[in-house]
Each structure stands twice: as C-alpha cells, then as structure tokens.
C-alpha cells in the first residue's frame, strides 16, 4: 500500500507559486485560507531557498494527538483528514501542528475561527466520493479519480513532488545523484554568475 | 497539666499519620478514537468500481511521470 508524503526540493523552488495556484483553484478556497503556502528563506539574496509548505501528513501527526474532539483520522494511504462535521475550530491543531497547515476561515459573524481546513492531499473527506458535499467541505478529490494532489503534479520544475512515499523518494534521490551539490547545481551560474570578489575586510573595521 | 499536651501529642500525631494515607493521583492519558463519519477507500467509487489493483496502477504511472528523466518512453495514457 501507498504511503502518500510530499517532498519539496528547495534547489528547484523558482518561488512561481503555482502550486498555490493550482491548490486554491481546484478546491476553490476561499480568501485567507491557504492550504498550501511557498516559505523563501534569504528572499532577496543570492543563493535564496524557497519550499513549498502545506499538510505534511505526518506519521505521528500532533494535530490528531491534541484534537479534543477527535475529528481525525488517517486513511490506508497515510493521508491525514478530518470530519468538519465534527471540529469544533478551537485551533488547538493550529498550535500543534509544525507546520501552520490548520487554517481557519477568517470570514464569517466572528471574524475569526471557524471549522479548520486543511491540505486534504486532494483525498476528500468523510463524504461520498465526488460528491457536491464533499466537494464544499473538503474540494475535489483526485485521489479517488487515480490522479495525486494538484500543487505536485502542476509543479513545473517538478520542486514540489506528491504521491508514494518510495517512489518520490527514489526520484529525488537520483535528481541529487545528477546534480552534484553546491555551484554544481544545474542554474547556479546561469542565475547568479561567478561568485562576487568582495575586498578584505580592514583589521578593526565593524562588519 | 499533662492530660492537655497528651492530646494535643495525640491530634497531632493523627494529623500527621494521615498524610501517610494519601493516595497517588496521575494523570492517565489515553489515546483517542475518531470519532467522525467512516470514509471510504479511493477505489470504492463509480469510476474504480472497487477496483485496488487498477486504482493502484493509475497512481502509481502518475508517481513514475513526475520523474522527468524517464520521460522520454511513455508508459502509461493516464
């Protein structure tokens, strides 16, 4: 059986955010929940790193372990899920989770909270497959229809990829066994050039 | 004189013996069950109809196209 994780490669993020794109368009997520999100680090300097950041279904995952309501479960594939039906959006998940993936509808009477939603791995939810219920509450789900999560597969460096955990694993690996490491990496030269000659600093001078 | 401190020794030593009987409170923790609606398996639906062999070839020819080296020689349709 498939153990469905995601692997974000930090060498090949161009920082497109078409992952979000294609996440927010598929499940059509209302404004201020993002379910998937692109973390750059270093944003602005050469040799910057982003990583696309959502639900990284965790093994032992911290939100199932706090929910007071125990609206989580996990599915054969290893995919984390929850019954909106029953969440009570106290946001304990959101405090757990290490990743920020529990996002709260910031609409409503309230302003604030609400029923969590999250990355769903493009699995759905506790309703009828495809389903205009489930498609509401959850977004489409891919998973059912054979196909793997949105962001990956429109990924167009192929930085972001989805599906079986052995699989994506070995593609990544031989990716790093082509690609040497450090200035070796396919595009560091195109992108920034030789490394820049800085003069010595002066004895005593504040850095 | 002496009858006072004796029950006042008396009082105390009760007091002090019944600590003794204080029972150990721990927190027990326990594991949660989910709660909420049954899903369904992947499979279990009209385009699959039950089928996990084919569900599991279709993801796993969409698994092997995000490896762009191995590209080049076309699989699978889906």
């Known amino acids: 059986m498939a153990r469905m994780k995601f ?26 929940v993002n379910r998937r999100r692109v973390v750059t680090l270093n944003d602005g300097v050469p040799g910057e790193k982003s990583i696309s950041v959502a639900c990284m279904h965790c093994s032992d995952a911290p939100c199932m372990a706090v929910c007071p309501v125990d609206c989580f479960y996990k599915t054969t594939e290893g995919v984390v899920l929850h ?13 757990a989770c290490p990743f920020g993936a529990p996002q709260f509808p910031q609409d409503g009477a309230f302003g604030l909270r609400g029923k969590m939603d999250k990355c769903t791995f493009c699995a759905g939810g506790p309703e009828a497959d495809n389903s205009a219920a489930e498609y509401r509450k959850y977004g489409r789900n891919r998973l059912a229809e054979g196909k793997l999560p949105a962001c990956a597969e429109m990924c167009a460096t192929k930085a972001l990829l989805g599906g079986d955990a052995d699989v994506i694993s070995d593609i990544y690996r031989n990716r790093v066994l082509r690609r040497g490491k450090g200035s070796e990496v396919w595009g560091w030269g195109t992108a920034y050039g030789k490394p820049e000659q800085r003069p010595a600093a002066k004895p005593g001078a504040k850095s | ?29 326990k594991q949660g ?46």
Not at chain 1, 23 to 30: A, G, L, T
Not at chain 2, 49 to 66: P, V
């Open chain 1, 7 to 32: 692997l974000a490669d930090a060498e090949r993020c161009i920082e497109c955010n078409g992952c979000v794109t294609a996440c927010k368009q598929e499940h059509e997520i209302p404004w201020g």
């Open chain 1, 83 to 95: 019954d909106k039906d029953l969440c009570i959006g106290c946001g304990y998940c959101f405090y």
């Open chain 2, 1 to 29: 004189m002496r009858r006072p401190i004796l029950i006042l020794a008396a009082a105390a030593f009760a007091l002090g013996a019944a600590g003794c009987g204080e029972k150990t409170s721990v927190t027990v923790y």
């Open chain 2, 33 to 78: 069950q989910y709660q909420g609606k049954q899903d369904k398996q992947p499979w279990d639906n009209d385009l699959f109809k039950g089928d996990k062999l084919a569900w599991e070839q279709a993801i796993k020819a969409r698994n092997e196209r995000q490896d762009e080296t191995s590209r080049g020689t076309p699989t699978a349709k889906n």
